[in-house]
């Protein structure tokens, strides 16, 4: 048994102090990541050490226990937080439901089979019992999906907060996301235009070592491809036939993005280099010059990977939030204020 003896005590004192100098560098970090706009520079680590202390655990065990009943969600909640984000800003608008006055977001047809509300709301309930009003929804979002990464396997990060939730999610604005369709060029502008360079956005689409895509989301690629090809040339050809016969089930038959599903790994960009992306958008990194050596990279070094990736989602979590008098914390994450 280990004896609690001064020296223990010591070096697990010079670890706390080393973990705070690191969460000092992290934070300032953090503060030079969001020059975009001064406003962001409110969101903190511990924003709600005095006013919520226990909102990391609740997040914590409220995503553990729903995955311990379904593993699969995990990519829901990744998920969820990138359209949340990519979409005016992490707000919360992705989880607003429509009214008879407004379509929301949700009920595009980019909601893409988005998953994992119920995981929200149960964390919002436990919340508003502890600390009521204080927690956004924006926030329980991005821990929610931090959490998801981590218990699928992945890299372990923490997340500054402090967001406040929007009081607009209008289906039209779902136009903005990424298409399916889209080629690394594409790819790479439209997640310029929100601030990332080509490299963060391959690290961001390694979210696709979670999850599936249903039929629709990739069935253009099967027949009438182009003016030449009936098939795309870019996928295997054992492959193609793989997707063919998830297409035979139907529309909405799911393909996993790669053969561990709940696993968050590097085997998403194994796969892109065996030919075997099930999206357009994820072979075509593979494909194109630009991002191919970014896979490459990944698909040989998964601590290269987790790197990366931890510190895009961070970077994703502050696009354009919300502060002060700019949003409010929701009662309900599924309808605003009144
Ligand atoms: C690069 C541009 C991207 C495009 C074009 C794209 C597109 C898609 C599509 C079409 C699906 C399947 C939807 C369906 O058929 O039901 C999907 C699933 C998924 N996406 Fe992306 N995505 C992109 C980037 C991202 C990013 C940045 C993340 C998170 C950081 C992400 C996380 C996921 C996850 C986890 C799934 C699986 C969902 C599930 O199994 O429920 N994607 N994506
Ligand atoms: C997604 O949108 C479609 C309408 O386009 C709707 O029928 C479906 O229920 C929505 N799915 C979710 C999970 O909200
Ligand atoms: C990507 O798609 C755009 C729009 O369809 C097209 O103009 C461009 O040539 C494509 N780029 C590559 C490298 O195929």
């Not at 707000?91 to 595009?108: G, H, M, R």
């Not at 047809?109 to 600390?131: M, W």
């Not at 989301?217 to 182009?226: C, G, I, M, P, V």
């Not at 502050?318 to 502060?323: A, G, Q, S, W």
Request: glycine share 6%.
């Amino acid at each position: 048994m280990r004896k609690t003896t001064p020296e223990f005590r010591s070096s697990q004192l010079s670890r706390m102090a080393v973990s705070a100098v690191v969460h000092g560098l992290l934070l300032s970090w953090v503060m030079i990541v969001s020059g975009f706009g001064a406003a962001v520079v409110g969101l903190r680590m511990d924003y709600y050490f005095l006013t919520c202390p226990f909102v990391d655990q609740v997040i914590k065990n409220t995503v553990f226990n729903a995955l311990q009943a379904d593993p699969t969600l995990a990519a829901g909640l990744v998920r969820m937080h990138f359209h949340d984000c990519f979409i005016e800003g992490c707000d919360a608008s992705v989880l607003i439901d429509s009214t008879k006055d407004n379509t929301a977001e949700k009920d595009s047809p980019a909601n893409l089979s988005l998953r994992g509300y119920e995981i929200i709301d149960v964390a919002k309930r436990q919340l508003e019992a502890h600390c009521p009003g204080v927690v956004s929804c924006a926030d329980i979002v991005a821990m929610a999906a931090r959490d998801a990464v981590f218990f699928s396997g992945g890299p372990v990060y923490d997340i500054p907060k402090g967001r406040k939730d929007g009081r607009r999610s209008k289906i039209m604005d779902t136009i903005n996301l990424p298409a399916p369709t889209f080629n690394a060029s594409q790819l790479t502008r439209t997640f310029g235009l929100h601030g990332f360079t080509a490299q963060e956005m391959v690290a961001l689409s390694g979210a696709h070592t979670l999850g599936v895509a249903r039929c629709s989301s990739f069935k253009q690629r099967l027949s009438n491809f182009d003016s030449t090809h009936n098939v795309d040339p870019s996928i295997d050809a054992i492959f193609a036939k793989t997707l063919m016969g998830t297409c035979s089930r139907g529309d909405n038959a799911e393909q996993p993005f790669d053969m561990t599903r709940n696993n968050f790994d590097n085997a998403y960009f194994n796969a892109l280099l065996n030919k075997a992306g099930v999206l357009t958008s994820d072979q075509t990194l593979s494909t194109s010059e630009a991002t191919m050596g970014v896979v490459k990279a990944y698909a040989m070094n998964q601590a290269i990977f987790f790197l990366d990736f931890q510190q895009a989602m961070v970077k994703m979590g502050m696009l354009d939030v919300k502060e002060g008098a700019q949003g409010e914390v929701r009662s309900d994450c599924r309808r605003i204020n009144n």
